[in-house]
């Protein structure tokens, strides 16, 4: 530790400085979120002393009694929120007041647009935290104590730039931190205009907050007498011990936003409370929006966990899988060691318990959400849909109940908006039909365009439309649903089944063996670039198109495994052809050399249309302008 007496002067990091700037821009009509803010962060500070004390009872000894108090002093224009928390050190406050340590942020800063509005709610995913402070005050200071040390410093900065550290004194251990009002902002060292900010925010906070008693009347003509007695101004029971009815809504929303950080309202919550062989609570939030770092696989993600009560840890990850990312809550299990440890929850049979239930809470609350909200189902679907999709290949236990949540574009209604359940699709599926049908491609329009959808759309059939990365992935570990096999029409033979009847098969049947000699040349003139060469009966409009072979990864599977880095074997498709097209027609009245430019050029065109790109187009566009110009 150096031995600086005085001030010391450091430089913020420069995402602080740049944070401190946008976010007194784009806060102002939220200003009071300052107090929830360091009211927060003090109630961190005890949890996180309370936890250490469990082992080390000395550090708590002399003043075992926790609370954050709140004062003002009119004169000096300053408000001060003091806890008997955990304290920072010398370098704490370096680090933890100095730089802003959460990942992304660099990213998350480049995404601000200057738009005072979005800004404000991407600031507030984002967890404004400290320096929020400075919203409403010119010059904050903090002066704090470690637990267990005996030496105090104070940290104290302008906001702009830079900070200084000096020595200083505190009369045990805990933290004070004050602000310096600017003038416009004064207003907030009214009494009771603090205490409604507190009561709005801090209910649920298990700390008491406490304010000094109002000053008693005074006598006539006499001066009324300051109180020096404090008060507890918020409820300071932790919200999720309380009963649900005796919970508003606005109160879980406002914990809501106290745990996640985030400035909207949450979606929808589940709280419920087991007792019997296992014993918990748990109090669970679906977002309303995706946080700007959702696809930050790093990211920081989890419960806040609580053993009896006793805050144990954030970001409790054991209790969610990673495709329930987005969940935010508290878990309070009686049935965990006080003196758990990452660890222990890692290997503990009551974690993977937990762990279930939490995951049954959370689709059985999405699955209520998309039966009588399906608006904000919809808009859940749109922020995270892709992340539950994971859920798929992740959780093979509850595959079923994901699969029922998922949503689809379809060519029920052509358009890119992905509302179609697959319970929709079966409910329309025609008597006949007894599989569901789906095309995965690089984007809608090359989905909605396929010539794979040609006879699906003159018998009037309908087909799910996928175009996110995720989808074939995902789709590949579900082959089906209620009974119902999912497949994918751009893979293997095409078997409508009972879709196709006698006389349909006859007629095909009929032009497979008639076309058989033209087959033959097709394979001779495409060689080792075609797996089979077979008649088509899935074209009505295009003269030809490939297939993925049954058994094989498909074609878009194998771009995407491609453009991850995976090193792929080359999988060769099989060609398609519709011997009734007059192009096809046309082509097999060439002799052999002409035929076989005009077969490339059938073939090339189809591989476009599947992937949107060739491996030699400058040859294809050669051969085109030939036979353009014939
Ligand atoms: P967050 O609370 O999300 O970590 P903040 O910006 O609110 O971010 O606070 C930054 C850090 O400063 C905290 O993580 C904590 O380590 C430290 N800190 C802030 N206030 C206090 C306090 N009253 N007592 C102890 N540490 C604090
Ligand atoms: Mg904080």
């Not at 809550?329 to 660890?343: A, C, I, T, Y």
Request: aromatic content about 8%; glycine content about 6%; overall charge negative.
């Amino acid at each position: 530790m150096s031995e600086t007496v005085g001030a010391e002067k450091h430089s913020f990091q420069t995402e602080v400085k740049q944070l401190l700037h946008l976010m007194v821009h784009s806060l102002y009509s939220n200003k009071e979120i300052f107090l929830r803010e360091l009211i927060s962060n003090a109630a961190d500070a005890v949890d996180k002393l309370r936890f250490k004390s469990l082992d080390n009872a000395d550090l708590i000894a002399n003043d075992p009694d926790f609370r954050i108090r709140v004062t003002t002093d009119e004169k000096a224009g300053t408000i001060t929120i003091s806890d008997n928390g955990i304290g920072m050190t010398r370098d704490d406050l370096i680090a933890n007041l100095g730089t802003i340590a959460k990942s992304g942020t660099a990213e998350f800063l480049s995404q601000l647009s200057g738009d005072q509005k979005k800004d404000s709610s991407l600031i507030g995913q984002f967890g404004v935290g400290f320096y929020s402070g400075f919203i409403v005050a010119d010059k904050m200071s903090v002066i704090s104590q470690a637990a267990g040390t005996d030496e105090a410093f104070e940290w104290s900065s302008a906001g702009e730039g830079e900070f200084e550290i000096s020595e200083a004194s505190r009369s045990g251990r805990g933290t004070d931190v004050v602000l310096h009002l600017k003038e416009s902002e004064k207003e907030f060292l009214g009494d009771w205009r603090l205490r409604s900010i507190i009561s709005k925010y801090s209910d649920h906070i298990s700390v008491p907050v406490e304010m000094l008693k109002p000053a008693q009347p005074a006598e006539e003509g006499e001066e009324p007498e300051p109180s020096t007695e404090f008060e507890a101004v918020n409820k300071a029971t932790a919200l999720w011990t309380r009963g649900k009815s005796d919970i508003s809504d606005d109160e879980y929303q406002e914990f809501y936003k106290h745990i996640s950080h985030d400035f909207a309202e949450p979606m929808c919550w589940a709280h419920n409370k087991v007792e019997g062989k296992q014993e918990y609570t748990s109090l669970l939030y679906i977002p309303k929006n995706a946080p700007y770092d959702l696809w930050n696989r790093e990211r920081a993600r989890g419960v806040k966990l609580y053993v009896q009560r006793v805050f144990i840890m954030d970001d409790a990850e054991q209790f969610l899988p990673i495709y329930l990312r987005f969940v935010r809550g508290v878990l309070d299990s009686n049935d965990l060691p006080l003196n758990v440890s990452r660890e222990i929850l890692q290997d503990s049979s009551v974690t993977q318990s937990l762990k279930n239930a939490c995951v049954k809470r959370v689709l059985t609350l999405l699955e209520k959400q998309a039966k009588n909200s399906p608006e904000d189902y919809q808009h859940f679907w749109s922020q995270f849909g892709n992340v539950l999709k994971e859920g798929l290949g992740e959780d093979f236990a509850n595959k079923d109940a994901i699969a029922g949540l998922l949503r689809f574009a379809s060519t029920e209604n052509d358009t890119d908006k992905q509302t179609v359940s697959l319970s929709d699709y079966i409910g329309r599926m025609k008597d006949s039909q007894d599989k569901i049908y789906y095309i995965a491609a690089e984007s809608f329009a090359t989905a909605k365009n396929s010539p794979h959808l040609e006879v699906f759309r003159k018998k009037g059939i309908e087909v799910l439309l996928m175009f996110d990365r995720i989808d074939e992935w995902a789709l590949s570990h579900l082959s089906e649903f209620d009974g119902k096999k999912l497949v994918s029409i751009t893979q293997g033979d095409l078997d409508l089944g009972d879709l196709e009847d006698e006389a349909e098969k006859q007629e095909r049947e009929k032009a497979e063996k008639e076309s058989q000699p033209l087959v033959e040349r097709f394979k001779e003139a495409l060689g080792e670039q075609v797996k089979d060469v077979k008649v088509t009966h899935r074209l009505t409009d295009s003269p030809a198109c490939v297939v993925s072979p049954e058994g094989d990864m498909s074609a878009q599977m194998a771009r995407l495994m491609a453009a991850a880095g995976q090193e792929m074997p080359e999988i060769k498709p099989v060609f398609e052809f519709n011997p009734e097209h007059p192009l096809v027609k046309r082509a097999s009245e060439q002799q052999e050399a002409d035929f076989s430019e005009w077969a490339l050029l059938l073939f090339d065109q189809a591989m476009l249309a599947e992937s949107g790109s060739l491996k030699d187009p400058g040859s294809f566009t050669r051969r085109l302008n030939k036979l353009l110009l014939k």
